[in-house]
């Protein structure tokens, strides 16, 4: 028995990072344990939580997702410190954490900081980086394994182009926990972070430590064509008049279209007609890197 585990999910990224994972784990006296089905992930996390103090997800944001549930689910958050190797398509958790690659990751996990961030959670299912609705979370959804193995992260914008056309967009009533509303109407996406925040704004990463979720909804569409990442860039300018930007530690989100509205929740799909997001204030003990800020600049 070993009080320091590695989940280790072998198809992220292609499985082009698992071998270096494995190796470097082993020299370091890390118990890996690896996943073989969908979902699996979850239930070695969740056993881990009960016998390690240090539980690593290594893989994408979707692995890192499955190990805090996991960690969730064991009851195991105040006795346990997460850690991430990033090894997936897209890691943009562990670069908002200021991690650069595998063997950064695991100097990291010996030498870091440890930092108690917030979690989010979307109904009683928890998310780290970032909750979104809409547009991008059907983009997520078309974006397929063999378009990330041929475009790598590139897939992402390849299905969002290919989505815009078509997306008709969401009726949502958004409150805050006392009643009172905070915005009505046709949106084309909602964004909901707790780890980022959004393309188009100073940084990428938000306060992770302030109890408060960054909230951005696309009220209308833009007069612009989407051709490419510049394009996408440009959609989410912080002055655009489309934009609305709220802050709260907690919203509650009507969807008044037929047959509710798709969420991905770092990765993972859900889909709703009525969705509670809140933030619970630094309950995850994570291992940084040193560049990480607590306060990054607004």
């Known amino acids: 028995m070993t009080d320091r585990v590695v989940v280790l999910n072998p198809k992220s990224g292609g499985g082009r990072a698992a071998e270096r ?40 944001d979707g692995t890192l997702n ?21 090894g ?27 930092r108690r961030i917030d979690l989010g959670y979307a109904g009683d299912r928890a998310f780290v980086n970032s909750c979104v609705g809409g547009l991008t979370a059907d983009a997520s959804a078309a974006t397929t394994p063999e378009m990330k193995r041929k475009w790598g992260v590139l897939a992402y914008v390849v299905a969002t182009l290919r989505e815009y056309r078509t997306f008709e967009g969401i009726h949502l009533d958004v409150y805050d926990d006392d009643g009172e509303v905070r915005w009505s109407g046709e949106a084309i996406g909602v964004l909901i972070g707790n780890g980022r925040r959004f393309v188009g704004e100073r940084g990428t990463q938000a306060n992770m430590e302030d109890g408060l979720l960054n909230v951005v909804l696309f009220t209308d569409r833009p007069g612009t064509s989407l051709v490419g990442d ?9 002055e655009g008049e489309y934009l609305t930007r709220l802050k709260a530690p907690e919203l509650h989100l009507d969807v008044h279209t037929d047959g509710g509205a798709a969420f991905s ?6 889909r709703c ?5 809140r933030a619970d204030p630094q309950c995850l003990a994570f291992a940084v ?3 990480y800020s607590p306060k990054p600049a607004e």
């Open 66 to 86: 499955e190990v805090v549930r996991g960690v969730v689910e064991a009851d195991a958050l105040a006795d346990t410190t997460l850690g991430v190797v990033p």
């Open 21 to 60: 994972v494995r190796t470097l784990a082993a020299g370091r006296g890390y118990d890996v344990r690896e996943s073989t089905r969908a979902g699996e992930t979850l239930e070695i996390a969740r056993d881990a939580a009960t016998e390690a103090a240090l539980v690593v997800a290594a893989g994408g």
């Open 273 to 277: 007609e009525e969705l509670v997001v």
């Open 289 to 291: 890197a040193d560049s």
């Open 88 to 114: 997936g398509t897209g890691n943009n958790f562990a670069e908002r954490i200021g991690i650069r690659g595998v063997e950064h990751a695991f100097d990291v996990l010996e030498n870091g900081r440890r």
């Open 230 to 238: 510049a394009a996408v860039r440009g959609l989410l300018r912080k």
């Open 265 to 270: 929740l770092d990765g993972e799909m859900i």
